[in-house]
């Protein structure tokens, strides 16, 4: 499995759909996957049962994801995901991990016009919070198998890496 990892906003559900296309490969969003399975959105997930339980819920989800599917997945994490609990070393250790880098300027100028509702930026100013998560975050994001500007990327950038992660599996 490839697991694409980074600040929300940072491109990982559109860059991991646009390579498991062009790859021919199967893809999953795994917030999308999350919501379909509990039957509402991430948003409405938080607020009836708090960020924890989401935490919770989105390990599990992860865990179905990495036992039930074929090995040569494509999957778009949220934000979060790798900073909580073994999820990181999860994904590690199913596949490989790609980091997508965006500058924070960008994620602030994506996520101040984004229609999503996100549990965490509400009522804050949208700068110090995405910063604070970068903050917090960080420290696993560049963790991972490879890292991605996402100002300069293609999909000729992840068909490099392609064949590397595929032979991990």
């Given at each position: 499995m490839i697991?694409?990892?980074?600040?929300?906003?940072?491109?990982?559900?559109?860059?991991?759909?646009?390579?498991a296309t062009a790859c021919e490969l199967p893809f999953i969003d795994l917030d999308a996957y999350l919501e379909e399975k509990v039957q509402m959105t991430i948003a409405e997930y938080f607020d009836a049962h708090g960020e924890e339980a989401f935490r919770e819920k989105e390990r599990e989800i992860l865990e179905e994801v990495i036992t039930?599917?074929?090995?040569?997945?494509?999957?778009?994490?949220?934000?979060g995901t790798p900073a909580f609990f073994d999820n990181l070393q999860k994904m590690k250790n199913a596949g490989c991990t790609v980091y997508l880098h965006a500058d924070m300027s960008m994620i602030v100028q994506r996520l101040a016009h984004s229609p999503t509702?996100?549990?965490?930026?509400?009522?804050?100013?949208?700068?110090?919070?995405?910063?604070?998560?970068?903050?917090?975050?960080?420290?696993f994001f560049s963790q991972a198998d490879y890292i991605f500007d996402v100002e300069n990327i293609s999909v000729?950038?992840?068909?490099?890496?392609?064949?590397?992660?595929?032979?991990?599996?």
């Open positions: 697991f694409f990892i980074g600040m929300p906003g940072s491109g990982k559900s559109f860059w991991a759909s646009t390579l039930t599917k074929e090995k040569n997945y494509v999957v778009a994490c949220g934000g509702r996100r549990p965490l930026l509400e009522g804050k100013d949208i700068n110090s919070a995405l910063t604070e998560l970068y903050d917090q975050r960080n420290p000729a950038n992840f068909e490099k890496i392609i064949p590397t992660c595929l032979d991990r599996l």
